[in-house]
């Protein structure tokens, strides 16, 4: 296939492997599963499930990504190692359309100091990479780390010799996000230019936002000629992210004069995909994010708003509907019965195989109906995940709280908590009524754990929406995010907070690819 003759972008979502890589953001088999098939609403082309070698957790996740998924190719991550390529191989085993994608740096900085091979070894460990993954699939994709700062002639020797070993897709990584956009769309185009059989494969670009410009930098290289684009929905990544899908199929697409490219994407789905991603991750979106954020398409002057009124194009590029808002219908209210509550869950992709799984989803749900009249499908999302979360990781459980404030008065909790099964409780003042909630807490479980993070979102809108709340703890190098949420935000920070342990505590462990 002539990259130059293609007008077809391939949007490549890693939202479930370098999106997974912020601190914190890890996903459970259930919640990827739940993503991925979002992922596959919104129309991406390759959905890269995952680093097969990193863990059990990650191989039987991806594994259940690619027998899930049928329309999107399922991808995993592999090192240039025979057992990652084989771990990789098998776990996207049943999928329909499978993809592996192996990576070697080519960087002196990297090639010296980090693997301590020489540039031949790395030529041969990329060839052999391709060869072991072409036994699995014949969907191979090659990634040149830290392509960035490669000198430009390796990189045309490596790319040479992958694509004569049978890679379809080339892939230049700035793994560092040092790049501007002029010099790395000159980058892509050389490349192109100067690598022998370069029409025969699909050249892809991959952008870290260490310096804000991971859109920028992508949108060049596909300038010129790049007809893959690797990102992550909300920019979610290692360190400042990776770019982010929906602003790179929006700018494609409200800029058709310029890309003159069309992708596969839904865009009504760009915002549901947001809010998933946001919930399950604990990443909250900034309101004033491109797209996405809360603000993108509020208008607060008086001049903005009078000339919208009078004709939207005044001030407005896109439609806020085109990309997903207003898309939160109600979903269903206090009358709803379970027959609804399921084919509810069915229409959001939320397919619970465990009768104990959904009663227990049903009567939060049936709570919530009491407490807010109106259930959106967010509210929904958020109660599968609070419910998986606790069927799944239960050391430490909430059984109940009391928190109290008065005007010149000292905010005091109570909690009562279950710790292996048994009732401990505790009582605390604070700052707040949250910090005593947390104080209390703390004092029954003693982990002696580090809160870098404690953010509050509202799930819809209102004042009887649920509070969303995450909760980052760290300890002996180990980052986790604690999700909680309820129509009562000190009871949501205590369920965030209890979650964030748990994670802390279980013993999941994981390898990091780059490592
Ligand atoms: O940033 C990077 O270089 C990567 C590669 C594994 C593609 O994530
Ligand atoms: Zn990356």
Request: proline fraction near 2%.
């Amino acid at each position: 296939m002539s990259t130059s003759l293609n007008n077809q972008l391939i949007i490549f979502d890693t939202t479930l492997r370098d999106g997974e890589q912020s601190p914190g953001a890890s996903m459970t088999k259930e919640e990827k599963v739940r993503i991925a098939r979002q992922l596959e609403k919104l129309g991406v082309n390759v959905i890269e499930a995952g680093f097969a070698a990193a863990s059990l957790g990650d191989f039987e996740a991806i594994q259940a990504v690619a027998k899930t998924i049928k329309h999107s190719t399922v991808c995993s991550l592999a090192r240039a190692v025979e057992n990652d390529i084989h771990r990789a191989g098998n776990a996207i085993k049943p999928a329909k359309s499978k993809r592996i994608h192996t990576f070697i740096a080519t960087s002196k900085i990297h090639m010296e100091n980090k693997l301590r091979m020489t540039e031949s070894q790395v030529l041969e460990r990329a060839v052999q990479a391709v060869k072991w993954a072409l036994e699995f699939t014949d969907d191979v994709e090659f990634s040149a780390e830290d392509a960035v700062r490669s000198e430009i002639n390796f990189l045309v020797e490596v790319f040479d010799a992958v694509i004569q070993a049978g890679a379809k897709t080339i892939n230049v990584p700035d793994t560092v996000g040092y790049s501007i956009p002029h010099s790395w769309g000159e980058r892509i185009g050389m490349l192109i230019q100067n690598v022998p059989n370069s029409g025969k494969v699909v050249w892809s670009t991959h952008c870290h936002n260490d310096l804000g410009m991971a859109v920028a930098n992508s949108l060049a290289a596909v300038i010129n000629g790049a007809r893959q684009v690797e990102c992550t929905i909300n920019g979610l990544g290692e360190r400042a992210g990776n770019a982010s899908l929906e602003e790179i199929v929006m700018a494609v697409k409200t800029r058709r004069d310029i890309f003159k490219l069309e992708t596969t994407i839904n865009t009504e789905q760009i915002v549901p995909s947001s809010k998933l991603v946001s919930t399950i991750t604990g990443y909250p979106v900034q309101p004033n994010k491109a797209i996405v954020g809360a603000n993108a398409f509020a208008h607060e002057s008086g001049i903005h708003q009078d000339g919208v009124l009078k004709h939207r194009e005044t001030y407005e590029i896109m439609k806020a509907q085109d990309v997903g808002w207003g898309a939160n219908k109600i979903s269903l209210g206090k009358l709803s019965g379970r027959n609804a509550f399921k084919s509810r869950l069915k229409d959001l992709g939320i397919e619970i195989d465990s009768d104990e799984i959904l009663n227990a989803a049903f009567d939060r749900f049936k709570n919530l109906a009491d407490k807010k009249s109106e259930i959106f499908d967010e509210d929904i999302h958020a109660l599968v995940s609070e419910e998986y979360v606790e069927v799944a990781i239960d050391r430490y459980k909430l059984n109940s709280l009391k928190a109290s404030s008065e005007s010149n008065k000292t905010p005091k909790a109570s909690v009562v908590i279950f710790v292996d099964g048994k009732s401990y409780e505790a009582t605390s003042e604070g700052g707040g009524q949250v910090d005593a909630t947390f104080k209390s807490i703390e004092s029954i479980v003693k982990s002696d754990a580090e809160l870098l993070l404690y953010s509050v979102n509202n799930i819809t809108t209102g004042t009887d929406a649920q509070g969303e709340v995450t909760v980052r703890l760290a300890k002996g190098g180990r980052v986790v995010n604690g999700q909680g949420s309820d129509t009562d935000i000190v009871i949501a920070s205590a369920k965030a907070y209890i979650n964030a342990l748990n994670k802390l505590f279980s013993k999941l462990e994981r390898a990091h690819p780059q490592v």
